[in-house]
């Protein structure tokens, strides 16, 4: 019911003085009654307005000078891109497009792995066939079989390394005297070089199934965390995956997501009209298959209905938290508890009035930590904008002082290269020849104008040429001297 400022702003710079005269067209009805309530703007909505409106829409480049339909349309689209950009505010942390593909890739590495330990039992039990019964694990028997490899080069020194894998001393044990009286076949060194590579390639995907389900966690913990500790991780991320996304979910009935998974089985018994299914993807969670065989069509859909409420809470919430989905857990718990026992449960009522209190105080603390998070950003961001202010005032207190010294340094050079020039001109000793008194007469004649400014590159020139001339005259002085 309060009108924007802009908007208000807006009508006051267009709307004439007079403005009880002045009939508004407005197409929303709240918004018209808003502008009568502040502006005291008389507003007709209605059809006809969204009419006009629609034609003005249309008949707009005609309207407006110097406006096409295709600069009108790129402002439609840009104030729609601007509008929608506004209105919905997406945060990078709550994205479950990563938990879809995250999921997908997990369930298709557990096929991978399965069917790549299956070839390294098959292409090394030719060699070592009693090693299947005593190491099962996929993941282990690729460990032992790498840190093996020739069983009869197995020795009891080797006993720690396997212990250490195994993590068991009667499983090393064994191993090693399977390995001494194995009935498998020799094998040569180039087949065992592939097993090996083999079998390391498998431990690696292993290793990164792992660290993915680790990522797994922490993004449902993020995006999803009501759900993930009602339901689990791995369930959650998987109903997520099969409705498309956490929105799609969320809009999703409890009756929905009781069979979500199942969909091939419904379909099948309203043809045959048989059975529906129970449960579909939440039969993994860890409540039904603790549930008695009469109770587990009950508990699946009581589960279902906490997980509806747990995926709206953490869809629709601006900080999700965890709060809510533990007390939807205990509510599940309490319910098996009633099945079970005949205790009655809490009312629902009373769980989420604890949740809430709860949640605002959870809420409360996060909010306080983002505002620390967000002034310490501000004073580091303030202290790295001085450190290069006063880093440019520096450097430009270092260039204008380098420029100094530059002009200083120029000057000097200056003034030495003309006291060299000076001091390079002196008088000339007589001599027997006479070459020296022409020399003498020369450099007493005046010079012209034009020469007497010269650079110093030319000063420079002039004085190597004399230091040639005066080692030239000395060596024929020197020749006359011997002659």
Same mark, same amino acid.
């Given at each position: 019911g309060v009108l924007h400022e802009d908007l208000r702003l807006l009508l006051d710079t267009a709307l004439p003085p007079k403005r009880k005269?002045?009939?508004?067209?407005?197409?929303?009805?709240?918004?018209?009654?808003?502008?009568?309530?502040?502006?005291?703007?008389?507003?007709?909505?209605?059809?006809?307005?969204?009419?006009?409106?629609?034609?003005?829409?249309?008949?707009?480049?005609?309207?407006?000078?110097?406006? @096409?339909?295709?600069?009108?349309?790129?402002?439609?689209l840009g104030l729609g891109h601007s509008y929608s950009r506004a209105k919905v505010k997406f945060n990078v942390h709550r994205v479950d497009n990563m938990i879809i593909q995250s999921i997908s890739l997990l369930d298709q590495l557990d096929k991978d792995i399965n069917t790549f330990s299956m070839r390294v039992r098959e292409w090394y039990g030719y060699h070592f066939p009693e090693l299947i019964k005593?190491?099962?694990?996929?993941?282990?028997?690729?460990?032992?079989?790498?840190?093996?490899?020739?069983?009869?080069?197995?020795?009891?020194?080797?006993?720690?390394?396997?212990?250490?894998?195994?993590?068991?001393?009667? =499983? +090393?044990?064994?191993?090693?005297?399977?390995s001494r009286s194995s009935m498998g076949m020799d094998i040569s060194p180039l087949d065992l070089i592939n097993i090996e590579s083999f079998s390391r390639r498998v431990i690696s995907l292993s290793e990164y199934r792992q660290g993915l389900q680790e990522y797994l966690r922490s993004k449902m913990s993020q995006v999803a965390?009501?759900?993930?500790?009602?339901?689990?991780?791995?369930?959650?991320?998987?109903?997520?995956?099969h409705?498309?996304?956490? @929105? /799609?979910? +969320?809009?999703?009935?409890?009756?929905?997501?009781?069979?979500?998974?199942?969909?091939?089985a419904l379909f099948r018994a309203l043809? @045959?009209?048989?059975?529906?299914? =129970?449960?579909?993807?939440?039969?993994?969670s860890t409540f039904i298959g603790r549930a008695a065989a009469k109770n587990k069509g009950r508990i699946s859909r009581y589960l279902a209905n906490k997980c509806t409420i747990a995926s709206r809470i953490d869809c629709f919430s601006e900080v999700p938290t965890s709060v809510f989905g533990?007390?939807?857990?205990?509510?599940?718990? &309490?319910?098996? +508890?009633?099945?079970?026992?005949?205790e009655p449960p809490r009312k629902n009522l009373e769980v989420m009035k604890e949740a809430v209190v709860e949640a605002n105080e959870v809420v409360a603390e996060v909010k306080r930590r983002q505002e620390k998070k967000e002034k =310490?950003?501000?004073?580091?961001?303030?202290?790295?904008?001085?450190?290069?202010?006063?880093?440019?005032?520096?450097? &430009?207190?270092?260039?204008?002082?380098?420029?100094?010294? /530059?002009?200083?340094?120029?000057?000097?050079?200056?003034?030495?290269?003309?006291?060299?020039?000076?001091?390079?001109?002196?008088? +000339? &000793? %007589?001599?027997? /020849?006479g070459l020296e008194e022409e020399e003498e007469e020369?450099?007493?004649?005046?010079? %012209?104008?034009?020469?007497?400014?010269?650079?110093?590159e030319q000063e420079e020139e002039e004085e190597e040429k004399k230091k040639k001339k005066k080692k030239k005259k000395k060596a024929v002085a020197q020749d006359l001297e011997e002659d």
């Amino acid at each position: 019911g309060v009108l924007h400022e802009d908007l208000r702003l807006l009508l006051d710079t267009a709307l004439p003085p007079k403005r009880k005269k002045v009939v508004l067209g407005v197409g929303d009805a709240k918004m018209g009654a808003a502008v009568q309530e502040e502006l005291g703007v008389q507003c007709q909505t209605g059809g006809v307005v969204a009419e006009l409106m629609r034609g003005i829409r249309l008949h707009f480049p005609a309207l407006v000078r110097g406006l @096409t339909a295709q600069s009108a349309a790129k402002a439609q689209l840009g104030l729609g891109h601007s509008y929608s950009r506004a209105k919905v505010k997406f945060n990078v942390h709550r994205v479950d497009n990563m938990i879809i593909q995250s999921i997908s890739l997990l369930d298709q590495l557990d096929k991978d792995i399965n069917t790549f330990s299956m070839r390294v039992r098959e292409w090394y039990g030719y060699h070592f066939p009693e090693l299947i019964k005593i190491v099962p694990e996929n993941s282990m028997y690729c460990r032992v079989a790498k840190f093996i490899g020739n069983r009869r080069e197995l020795s009891e020194e080797s006993l720690e390394g396997l212990e250490e894998i195994v993590m068991d001393s009667a =499983k +090393a044990q064994a191993i090693l005297e399977a390995s001494r009286s194995s009935m498998g076949m020799d094998i040569s060194p180039l087949d065992l070089i592939n097993i090996e590579s083999f079998s390391r390639r498998v431990i690696s995907l292993s290793e990164y199934r792992q660290g993915l389900q680790e990522y797994l966690r922490s993004k449902m913990s993020q995006v999803a965390p009501s759900l993930s500790a009602l339901i689990g991780e791995v369930v959650g991320a998987r109903l997520i995956s099969h409705a498309g996304s956490l @929105t /799609n979910l +969320a809009k999703y009935p409890a009756s929905t997501v009781q069979i979500l998974g199942a969909e091939k089985a419904l379909f099948r018994a309203l043809k @045959t009209r048989g059975n529906t299914p =129970k449960y579909g993807l939440i039969f993994h969670s860890t409540f039904i298959g603790r549930a008695a065989a009469k109770n587990k069509g009950r508990i699946s859909r009581y589960l279902a209905n906490k997980c509806t409420i747990a995926s709206r809470i953490d869809c629709f919430s601006e900080v999700p938290t965890s709060v809510f989905g533990d007390k939807l857990r205990e509510q599940v718990e &309490e319910r098996l +508890a009633f099945y079970e026992t005949g205790e009655p449960p809490r009312k629902n009522l009373e769980v989420m009035k604890e949740a809430v209190v709860e949640a605002n105080e959870v809420v409360a603390e996060v909010k306080r930590r983002q505002e620390k998070k967000e002034k =310490k950003k501000k004073k580091r961001e303030k202290r790295q904008l001085e450190a290069l202010a006063a880093a440019a005032e520096e450097a &430009e207190e270092n260039s204008v002082m380098e420029t100094e010294e /530059n002009d200083v340094g120029a000057k000097k050079k200056k003034k030495k290269k003309k006291q060299q020039a000076e001091e390079s001109e002196p008088e +000339a &000793e %007589p001599e027997e /020849n006479g070459l020296e008194e022409e020399e003498e007469e020369e450099e007493e004649q005046p010079l %012209p104008k034009k020469k007497r400014k010269v650079t110093v590159e030319q000063e420079e020139e002039e004085e190597e040429k004399k230091k040639k001339k005066k080692k030239k005259k000395k060596a024929v002085a020197q020749d006359l001297e011997e002659d």
